[in-house]
């Protein structure tokens, strides 16, 4: 069983800042250059498709919520019983 429930967009911006981090570690290391205006698009960018798909998460997550609430408040009684009387 799950601990806690998947939250993709905070992944999305884990990701984003764990390679802002990755980048400026490597120009503090000497290993390349990184501009330091690389930094503003990139966790903006990263933030943004985060909130993005939290969103659209959201909404599959509010849905099945939806669907299961429809689904087990349904008693079994067909919705239109016209067809099982008698015509006189």
């Known amino acids: 069983m799950l601990r806690h429930e998947f939250r993709p967009g905070r992944l999305v911006a884990g990701l984003a800042l764990a390679a802002t981090a990755v980048l400026f570690a490597g120009d503090a290391a000497g290993q390349w250059n990184t501009p330091s205006p690389v930094a503003i698009p990139l966790v903006c960018g990263g ?8 969103w659209i998460d959201y909404g599959v997550r509010k849905r099945r919520r939806l669907a299961r609430s429809a689904s087990a408040e349904s008693n079994g009684v067909p919705a239109s019983t016209s067809g099982s009387q008698a015509i006189k």
């Open 47 to 54: 933030l943004g498709i985060a909130s993005l798909v939290s």
